[in-house]
């Protein structure tokens, strides 16, 4: 494998679902009901910090985060959108993009590391891929 | 008081201290000395969601969250930065910017409602604030 090769962290790839991919970053479901939640994960290899891409792609990234946050407030409605990029556990770069209701099993706390994931099942899988797929066409 | 009045947020402000303004943003310095923490604060008005914001201002603030993490990972050295507009508990919108440390109290969780925040002290506090506002002149 070439060291430059974009490749999604094993850790990502198994908690989430693949998406739509977008001009500069891949969308991803994470697979727990909960809480409607998208990573965006710019690809670009070895990239870690938003301050380590050049400046034309950051741009880019910024406009997709805005774009997904857009499109997560149309299909959910959330009180509130939480937009974080972390990397404590996983380091390549992504952004979590989470809608938030008072009414959610951590409000008003983050989501991270709150009790264990409800895996959606294959029917509502589905179901919210599709859905989430058609709202990024 | 005008309902068109930038004010920031009581809390935000019993929980942390005025650091310089840059164009678009209020920085302030979370008083806990656990973590280098600032809190980026667009001065806009009952604004809740970046989203919300127009496009000219959301670059603006684009750009001064850049600017933060910069000088926080030239200060700071850390290991990761953590870069997150929340808002569950404050609505106003505001985005955290925190150096992160595998030996830091939370580590590799998150930092909000971690134990009991650690307030700097005047000397600290002095000290901090002065390395900072220097570095952000």
């Excluded at 430059?4 to 009901?33: A, G, H, M, W």
């Excluded at 950051?58 to 997560?72: K, T």
């Excluded at 706390?109 to 859905?131: C, F, H, I, K, Q």
């Amino acid at each position: 494998m070439d060291a430059n090769t974009f490749e999604i962290d094993s850790q990502l790839k198994q908690t989430s679902y693949p998406l739509v991919s977008l001009s500069v970053c891949d969308l991803r479901l994470v697979d727990d009901q909960r809480w409607p939640w998208l990573l965006i994960i710019p690809r670009v290899p070895h990239a870690v910090e938003l301050i380590d891409l050049s400046p034309e792609l950051r741009s880019g990234v910024w406009l997709e985060i805005d774009h997904v946050a857009r499109v997560m407030r149309d299909q959910f409605s959330p009180h509130k959108l939480n937009i974080a990029a972390l990397g404590n556990q996983v380091r390549q770069l992504h952004i979590h993009c989470i809608a938030r209701f008072p009414d959610d099993d951590a409000w008003p706390n983050p989501v991270w590391g709150v009790g264990e994931s409800v895996p959606y099942g294959s029917d509502l899988l589905t179901a919210r891929l599709n859905n989430l797929n058609s709202a990024f066409a």
